[in-house]
């Protein structure tokens, strides 16, 4: 096992908990709109399209999500939407800016375990605001070395991030819940990367493990499976 000196983890849904708060707004989502139109599978899939092309301009995080929300809600309703139901999703998305930020099972365990023997760092993408945000609120920064928020998560997103603080790819290793963010980008540059599932994941980091081909990576049912992993 290589010896690491860097650890980086991501943050929504590998630290704290963040898709279910999007599932749970979707919903609500979902009821407001009901009043206009006949709800079906389908709605979920319009909004995921709205989301998909608006990420090139809005990135990821929770303001584009409640304007492609807004966005949506106009082309499904043929813009007969009241202002009043526009009022009640710009609300939801602030509800969820607000929301208490919920730290996962065994996360304080392992980074106490962690913190004397390693150089940790978070690696997360999305809003500058409220991903520093929530790191504030999570009460974990004081076990972090670095905190790196970019808008995407590729090989050269990572090779920038790791050459900007002197980190040499062999001796980092990456934790996550997606493997399309987390994993993958890691593992094409030669790292080491751990796949942690989360049970409610983004249509958008989905993937079939077909497509990962000959890509290796280590798969964990638990955080508290570090431990043994590197021998703490």
Do not use: C
């Not at 708060?21 to 709109?33: A, D, G, P, V």
């Not at 540059?189 to 980091?205: K, M, N, S, V, Y």
């Amino acid at each position: 096992m290589p010896k690491f000196k860097t650890i980086a983890f991501d943050a929504d849904d590998t630290l704290w908990v963040n898709e279910p708060i999007f599932t749970s707004t979707r919903q609500q989502f979902e009821e407001i709109l009901s009043t206009y139109i006949h709800f079906d599978e389908n709605l979920e899939k319009e909004l995921y399209a709205v989301e998909s092309r608006n990420l090139r301009l809005f990135g990821y995080g929770i303001k584009g999500f409640t304007l492609s929300m807004i966005e949506s809600a106009l082309e499904l309703t043929d813009y007969k939407i009241h202002g009043k139901d526009i009022e009640r999703i710009i609300g939801l998305g602030k509800e969820m800016l607000e929301h208490p930020v919920q730290v996962l099972p065994g996360i304080e365990d392992i980074l106490d375990l962690l913190e004397n023997h390693y150089q940790l760092m978070i690696i997360t993408k999305g809003d500058l605001w409220d991903q520093e945000s929530k790191v504030a609120r999570s009460g974990l920064m004081r076990y972090f070395d670095l905190v790196e928020i970019v808008s995407e998560k590729n090989p050269d997103s990572y090779r920038d991030v790791l050459r900007r603080n002197q980190i040499e790819v062999e001796d980092f290793l990456m934790i996550g819940n997606s493997l399309k963010s987390d994993v993958l980008p890691v593992v094409e540059l030669g790292g080491t990367a751990i796949h942690i599932p989360f049970h409610d994941t983004w249509t958008h980091e989905q993937m079939d493990k077909s497509e990962i081909k000959d890509l290796s990576y280590v798969e964990m049912s638990s955080v508290s499976e570090l431990k043994s992993f590197l021998g703490v």
